[in-house]
């Protein structure tokens, strides 16, 4: 099992950045991919943006590619979500996984506990 921590979360005005992290323990070995997601409320959980642990290789949703940036840093165990050019509508709590490279939520089998984004326009 793999135990995610995300952090940097916060309020924002729009056009505004933000970057948040997430911190792996555990059997991080296991999981191909780390993957960003988030869910506003009354709607599904959607995928955002990922990125394997080897060889760095990132895929990103359409409504984020050019503003948001994922990284990893493989000495730490991190994974980074840097957004740039921040929209009302990209509110919602966030969520880190870990799982195959997938856009699809139930090929994440670990989840980290969220941290909310709020855009104010």
């Known amino acids: 099992q793999v135990q995610l921590v995300e952090s940097g979360g916060g309020l924002v005005q729009a056009g505004g950045s933000l970057r948040l992290s997430c911190a792996a323990s555990g059997r991080t070995f296991s999981s191909y991919a780390m993957g960003w997601f988030r869910q506003a409320p009354a709607k599904e959980r959607e995928f955002v943006a990922a990125v394997t642990w080897r060889a760095g290789s990132t895929y990103y949703a359409d409504s984020v590619k050019g503003r948001f940036t994922i990284s990893r840093d493989n000495a730490k165990n991190t994974v980074y979500l840097q957004m740039n050019s921040l929209q009302p509508e990209d509110t919602a709590v966030y969520y880190c996984?870990?799982?195959?490279?997938?856009?699809?939520?139930?090929?994440?089998?670990?989840w980290g506990q969220g941290t909310q984004v709020t855009v104010s326009s």
């Open positions: 996984a870990a799982g195959l490279l997938s856009s699809h939520v139930s090929d994440f089998g670990s």
